[in-house]
């Protein structure tokens, strides 16, 4: 395939070799092993002289077809898939930090990683620094002679908030620190955060690159010497996909396109109409032209994304009301979706944060956030229109 197809072309593709079946679509290879031709050659493909499946630990070709894609899709080198997305933030974190190092992150996190950072790390002696997200200056200022990484989310989970991923690139080749962004939100579709010099994407694929809620899984994609290193972690500690779950994964991506638009669509529709709504405290989303960083949206993101949050007047008592009055939504934590989900983050994926930590991102007890799915917009509206009125 040559090189400059576009996005489209490549999620379609991107192929691995058909085996000697000369299937058209990619195969499930369930198997936890490969056979050797002889002693000889299972020597050589330990000892790294043979190139070569071994074992699916290691690697496996439907993984393989996955990633292959992925990289194709936000124009990385190398990667590898895991079984969760949280488990391709600590793989990186394991395979780049030791102890004594700091990490500087942004504070607006998906809450697990936020429990990672705060409670997991620092067991092993890694530090760290939270940045605001409207700080600029605050990132510079908090580098350390130990800082190692930086971590950014982007838009974040639940907040929406974005950072200036020109900015943080200049930062991290400055100071020769790896940067790291988890593009969950975006999808490769809407924003590559390799072309402002990002080292490693992280990519919870459980949400927009599965689309349809079946699957667990993640990625960490990026410039080949730093996966290397997290491959070797991944190697040995064992947070491989199954088969079945990146074949799944890989059809998706052919579709990525296709449903993006529609979220994007949809949700821009949504955010417009609340915006218009009496009952509506404040609504954020990208792509409005009253989202604080507008034009920085507009800049590195093709579109506003699949999210919307709000809250309505009348905060926590009426968010609970609000949620318990819908009909069709479906009332859950997943996002990214076929099915348009509402979530009440307070209580539920940023629960395990303490009351302080949560309204330092401005995670509300009214606030509430929509994943916005493919289903008639009109049909969408309609359901969040009568849940508001009984929610009076
Ligand atoms: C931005 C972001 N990163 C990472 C994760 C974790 O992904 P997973 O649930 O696949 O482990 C999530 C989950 O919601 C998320 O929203």
Redo the contacts with the bound molecule.
Sequence with gaps: MKKDVKFETKAVRTRIKPSTQKEHSLPIYETSSFIFDNAEEGRALFAEEKVGHIYTRYSNPTNDEFIMKLCALEEAEDGLAT???????FSSFVGHLKAGDHLLACRS?????HQIITRILPRFGISHTYVDINDNDAWEKNIMPTTRMIFA?TP???GLDIIDLEMLGKLAEKHNLLLVV?N??ATPYIQQPVKYGTDII??????FIDGQGRT???AVIGKEKFIEDIRFIAKHTGPCISPFDAWILSKSLETLALRMDRHCDNAYKLAVYLEENQEIKWVKYPFLPSYEKYELAKKQMKSGGGLVTMELKGGAERAKKFIDSLELLSLT???GDTRTIVTHPATT?HSKLTEEERQAVNITRGLIRISVGVEHIEDIIADIEQAIKRSK
């Design positions: 079984t969760s997305g949280m488990a391709a933030i996190l998906f809450g697990s990683t989310e974040s989970n639940p988890d969950t939100f992280i990519h919870s694929t459980t949400k667990i899984g993640g934590t997943n996002l994926t």
